[in-house]
């Protein structure tokens, strides 16, 4: 797998937004979907708002090649690929 960018150009909040499977944090976020009877008075909603805005802010101070500065540990760690069987050329 190679990346499209260098690694200092990739920044983990960024990419944590856009894997997310969904920005919604909780059911009472989302305007079009919210049922939550106390949602116009619900002070946890600003409080969980703020954290996860929070979590994004601290997120996007990191790039990828801040959480890879240990390449080699890291790899050291990774068990390695088993390998390719041999082809068999008389079935090809």
Not at 17 to 39: A, G
Not at 51 to 67: K, N, P, R
């Amino acid at each position: 797998m190679r990346l499209a960018k260098p690694a200092g150009e990739v920044n983990i909040g960024a990419l944590v937004r856009h894997f997310s499977s969904s920005s919604i944090l909780i059911e009472c976020f989302d305007e079009e979907t919210n049922t939550c009877p106390i949602s116009l008075a619900c002070r946890l909603k600003r409080i969980l708002h703020d954290a996860e805005e929070g979590f994004l802010q601290v997120l996007d101070g990191y790039f990828l090649s801040d959480i890879a500065r240990n390449r080699q540990h890291l790899a050291s760690l990774w068990p390695a690929p088993d390998p390719a069987p041999p082809l068999n050329h008389d079935s090809v």
